[in-house]
């Protein structure tokens, strides 16, 4: 069956990076559109979006309060997806899960309902 596992979260200072990855199995992973999303503290359960990429790598989408920190990134022969995150600011604190979908596969979704797979999270938490 389908499974991603993120990785790489961590309690970070303002001002520092990360990189979270997201390894898949149970999929030909290069036929699935891949997303970063992020749950706040006290955000209920709404997910916002952070990053996607399409299958082939080519197209990506960043959120306009990531934008120029953070770099989504896949590597097929691995089967995993990365987010380069840089200087990191306390409200990116949040758990952060890697998503995946093979419907329009190309086009990288930027709406929690475009993807069908989540992995459990991981937490990343920025301190001032």
């Known amino acids: 069956q389908v499974q991603l596992v993120e990785s790489g979260g961590a309690l970070v200072q303002a001002g520092g990076s990360l990189t979270l990855s997201c390894a898949a199995s149970?999929?030909?992973?290069?036929?699935?559109?891949m997303g970063w999303f992020r749950r706040a503290p006290g955000k209920g359960s709404s997910r916002e979006f952070v990053?996607?990429?399409?299958?082939?790598?080519?197209?990506?989408h960043y959120a306009d309060s990531v934008k120029g920190r953070f770099t989504i990134s896949r590597d097929s022969a691995k089967n995993t997806m990365y987010l380069q995150m840089n200087s990191l600011k306390p409200e990116d604190t949040a758990v952060y899960y890697c998503?995946?979908?093979?419907?329009?596969?190309?086009?990288?979704?930027?709406?929690?309902?475009?993807?069908?797979?989540w992995g459990q999270g991981t937490q990343v938490t920025v301190s001032s």
């Open positions: 998503a995946a979908d093979w419907r329009n596969s190309s086009y990288a979704g930027t709406r929690p309902d475009e993807y069908a797979y």
């Open positions: 149970g999929v030909t992973f290069s036929s699935y559109a």
């Open positions: 990053a996607a990429v399409g299958r082939t790598g080519s197209v990506t």
